[in-house]
């Protein structure tokens, strides 16, 4: 009996380390299992974060991305152009050299300046108004402004005249002889906008307001409308509007990626019956049939919070766009407003670069063609300063170009400061005539 009752407790304890072993082999293959699953998973989103930012390389900074192989993205070689380039986009051609060991904020312009390059847009060759804000005193109303309803004033942001409009709907216009009838057929308007971060370094929707650009007939009948404003923390939603000759409003909009705390660069191009809008460089509408009408424009910021901020700047409005082959031929030389700098300084800005490219486009497609690039001043400051600033402005045009595949022996460089004005610099309209950049044919 006992042999048996020891037989029998040996046999289930046999049982019992079976079924354990089963089980724990069966943990054992789910851990596996398990792991194996997320050792998948983890290299899968490892190669989805190297592909993201590969990706965001490639946009930010496409000239200097590398693969794991040292290779370029699309540059094979160094100084060569990108095979899906197309003719005239030299402006994206620039060497590793020279990227490697750039800051971000030379990157970041670098990557501006490739967007402008390829902007159709033209401006004006004949300014009507331009406003730098030169002079103006701090906490005073802009001089010249006129003041339709709320409040705007002198401020500064880096050291820079700006105009800032008050919260809770200001609405400003130019101070012009005819206040509401001065805009011809063909024009172009161009202004800076400062985007503000407000929470973390990203923007703040229900701080944020609204810049307009409102175009109006001289009855006060609302032609042109583009707004600015933020559609989430990291991109904006420029709209534009036009009334067309049926009276319906004809709308367009388009999300656009903005960097925060910078300024980003407006303009309209409005050819009589045709209407385009660009921010930074980057067409969100064109409207092939506009009714026409416009006589003049007001600048309004819509807010309803009390620490919302708009600053304006570097206002200008022009006449025309004369095609540059055309001028040359006509003048036996170009003059342009479109190649602008910073102030005081031989900085060319990246919304230049649209004006730049074309200047390129005319010279490769005319190879016997030679200039002198030339820069003019008014005769703010002193004399001898603006000579050497024309010096120094004319020759980083000519560099420019030199860098953009131009060769150098087809240019010349020469500033000519405030000794050859084309207006009277006593007034605000003579002076913004007199600061361009000419192309002299040689």
């Not at 998948?40 to 990706?55: G, L, N, P, W, Y």
């Not at 501006?112 to 005193?137: H, W």
């Not at 424009?297 to 700047?313: T, V």
Request: aromatic share 8%; with cysteine; charged share 30%.
């Amino acid at each position: 009996m006992t042999k048996v009752r020891f037989l029998f407790a040996t046999l289930t304890l046999l049982l019992l380390c079976s079924a354990m072993q089963a089980q724990f082999g069966k943990r054992l293959g789910k851990a596996v299992e398990d792991a194996a699953k997320n050792a998948t998973i983890r290299k899968a989103e490892q190669k989805t974060d190297e592909a993201v930012s590969k990706s965001i390389d490639k946009v930010t900074d496409p000239g200097t991305y590398k693969d794991k192989d040292g290779g370029k993205n699309s540059n094979e070689g160094k100084g060569k152009k990108s095979k899906d380039v197309p003719a005239g986009e030299a402006a994206e051609e620039y060497d590793e050299d020279e990227t490697a060991s750039a800051t971000p904020q030379q990157k970041g312009v670098k990557a501006a300046e490739m967007a402008y390059a390829k902007s159709d847009f033209v401006p004006g060759d004949e300014i009507i108004f331009e406003d730098l804000l030169t002079g103006e005193q701090l906490g005073e109303f802009p001089s010249q402004w006129d003041l339709v309803t709320g409040n705007a004033e002198i401020s500064k942001a880096n050291g820079e005249n700006v105009i800032v409009l008050l919260p809770r709907d200001s609405k400003i216009r130019p101070f012009m002889k005819d206040l509401k009838n001065y805009l011809p057929e063909v024009y172009t308007i161009e202004y800076d906008i400062y985007i503000f971060p407000y929470k973390d370094g990203n923007l703040r929707r229900d701080w944020w307001g609204e810049y307009h650009l409102d175009i109006y007939d001289q009855n006060g009948s609302h032609k042109i409308g583009i707004e600015i404003q933020p559609s989430d923390w990291t991109k904006f939603k420029p709209h534009a509007g036009i009334r067309k000759n049926d009276g319906e409003w004809a709308r367009s909009e388009y999300e656009i990626p903005v960097p925060v705390n910078a300024w980003a660069h407006v303009a309209l191009s409005v050819n009589k019956r045709a209407v385009k809008a660009y921010l930074n460089g980057i067409r969100f509408c064109n409207f092939p049939n506009y009714g026409g009408g416009g006589t003049y424009m007001e600048f309004y910021g819509g807010s309803q919070q009390e620490k919302s901020e708009l600053y304006i700047r570097n206002i200008r409005i022009a006449k025309g766009a004369v095609p540059l082959y055309d001028r040359m031929m006509t003048d036996g030389k170009i003059i342009t407003y479109g190649i602008t700098f910073d102030v005081g300084k031989s900085t060319i800005k990246p919304e230049s670069m649209g004006e730049i490219n074309r200047i390129v486009k005319l010279m490769q497609d005319n190879p016997d063609l030679k200039f002198s690039v030339e820069g003019h001043t008014d005769n703010t400051g002193n004399a001898t300063s603006n000579q050497t600033l024309s010096e120094a402005r004319s020759k980083a045009v000519a560099d420019k170009l030199v860098e953009m595949g131009i060769n150098k022996d087809r240019l010349q460089s020469a500033g000519k400061g405030q000794t050859s004005p084309l207006a009277d610099n006593a007034t605000d309209e003579g002076r913004a005539k007199n600061r361009r950049v000419e192309f002299v044919k040689i």
